[in-house]
């Protein structure tokens, strides 16, 4: 199960890859025909593209690697460190918009309409968008930032491109050719925003947050349900890296028990949890009733 899964979320890194560099040979087009700088913002955004689905491709298929002695807790972290290179990527991409966008402002020139090349532009946005829908949906289901994230940039990247297109008529309609260069310093904003808020998450993931109040009450009524014979369950803790979850807890059991069948009650509730939550690694420190503190799960 787990190498279908990582053979799907890299399958679709390599999509990516093949999507990103259609839709910039679509958008270099589309700047070419039309010398629009608001345009060339968007091809260059599209360059950016090209690279974060290397990083991607190259995240994915590391993450998907065993745990080893070097990393005995696997390389699934490793796609949070990819998610933070593409913010990055995107950052630099957006500085030289701004520039350029700058460089119009100052010196407008003027810019052709053509057909042809904004008919391309719109094409290589509605393949964004399909792709972007594809990546967001397939990255939730395998728990995979770097898809997810490169699904999330793609969608701003559409949503992005239409304000572009929509303003190069306008300033087509209105005579206005600076309305150009303010659109692709309008490309620069959005993208920024879009590289902060996947540097934010990816650091967040960094930083072994907890998983989220619903599965860990989950979690708990998983360890309730499936801990008969022992006397309570405390601190338990939770931590998410890529797609797995960790889960630590004190199992507090009578003191005359046997190993054998504390063992038992462990391998009862670690079974339990990895059948009811995906990608589950659980670690029980088993304890004997002195040790029990009345409070987190109460079993007896």
Same mark, same amino acid.
């Given at each position: 199960?787990?190498?279908?899964?990582?053979?799907?979320?890299?399958?679709?890194?390599?999509?990516?890859?093949?999507?990103?560099?259609?839709?910039?040979?679509?958008?270099?087009?589309?700047?070419?025909?039309?010398?629009?700088?608001?345009?060339?913002?968007?091809?260059?955004?599209? *360059?950016?593209?090209?690279?974060?689905?290397?990083?991607?491709?190259?995240?994915?298929?590391?993450?998907?690697?065993?745990?080893?002695?070097?990393?005995?807790?696997?390389?699934?972290?490793?796609?949070?460190?990819?998610?933070?290179?593409?913010?990055?990527?995107?950052?630099?991409?957006?500085?030289?918009?701004?520039?350029?966008?700058?460089?119009?402002?100052?010196?407008?020139?003027?810019?052709?309409?053509?057909?042809?090349?904004?008919?391309?532009?719109?094409?290589?946005? !509605?393949?964004?968008?399909?792709?972007?829908?594809?990546?967001?949906?397939?990255?939730?289901?395998?728990?995979?930032?770097?898809?997810?994230?490169?699904?999330? &940039?793609?969608?701003?990247?559409? *949503?992005?491109?239409?304000?572009?297109?929509? #303003?190069?008529?306008?300033?087509?309609?209105?005579?206005?050719?600076?309305?150009?260069?303010?659109?692709?310093?309008?490309?620069?904003?959005?993208?920024?925003?879009?590289?902060?808020?996947?540097?934010?998450?990816?650091?967040? #993931?960094?930083?072994?947050?907890?998983?989220?109040?619903?599965?860990?009450?989950?979690?708990?009524?998983?360890?309730?349900?499936?801990?008969? #014979?022992?006397?309570?369950?405390?601190?338990?803790?939770?931590?998410?890296?890529?797609?797995?979850?960790?889960?630590?807890? &004190?199992?507090?059991?009578?003191?005359?028990?046997? !190993?054998?069948?504390?063992?038992?009650?462990?391998?009862?509730?670690?079974?339990?949890?990895?059948?009811?939550?995906? &990608?589950?690694?659980?670690?029980?420190?088993?304890?004997?009733?002195?040790?029990?503190? &009345?409070? #987190?799960?109460?079993?007896?």
């Amino acid at each position: 199960m787990k190498a279908a899964s990582a053979d799907l979320t890299t399958r679709i890194a390599m999509g990516s890859l093949v999507v990103g560099v259609a839709v910039l040979a679509l958008k270099a087009y589309a700047a070419w025909a039309t010398g629009s700088i608001a345009l060339f913002s968007d091809a260059l955004e599209s *360059v950016v593209n090209v690279v974060t689905a290397v990083v991607a491709l190259v995240a994915v298929r590391l993450a998907a690697r065993p745990a080893d002695a070097s990393l005995p807790y696997g390389y699934y972290k490793a796609e949070y460190f990819s998610a933070v290179v593409i913010g990055i990527f995107i950052a630099v991409a957006a500085l030289v918009i701004v520039y350029e966008a700058y460089r119009g402002f100052i010196m407008p020139r003027g810019f052709d309409a053509d057909p042809v090349g904004l008919s391309v532009s719109i094409l290589a946005s !509605v393949i964004n968008g399909v792709w972007a829908y594809w990546l967001i949906r397939v990255g939730r289901q395998q728990r995979s930032p770097s898809l997810e994230a490169d699904g999330k &940039h793609l969608a701003t990247d559409v *949503v992005s491109t239409g304000a572009v297109l929509l #303003g190069v008529l306008l300033a087509v309609a209105t005579g206005y050719t600076q309305l150009d260069a303010i659109l692709a310093a309008f490309v620069a904003v959005t993208i920024l925003w879009s590289g902060w808020q996947l540097i934010r998450q990816s650091v967040i #993931g960094l930083m072994d947050v907890a998983v989220d109040p619903k599965t860990l009450n989950t979690i708990r009524e998983i360890i309730s349900a499936n801990a008969d #014979g022992a006397i309570e369950a405390h601190d338990i803790r939770t931590r998410q890296a890529g797609k797995m979850m960790f889960v630590d807890f &004190h199992l507090v059991v009578p003191g005359e028990m046997s !190993v054998a069948d504390a063992h038992a009650i462990c391998d009862r509730i670690e079974a339990k949890l990895r059948e009811k939550v995906d &990608h589950a690694q659980v670690t029980i420190h088993v304890e004997p009733e002195e040790k029990a503190k &009345h409070s #987190g799960i109460v079993v007896l």
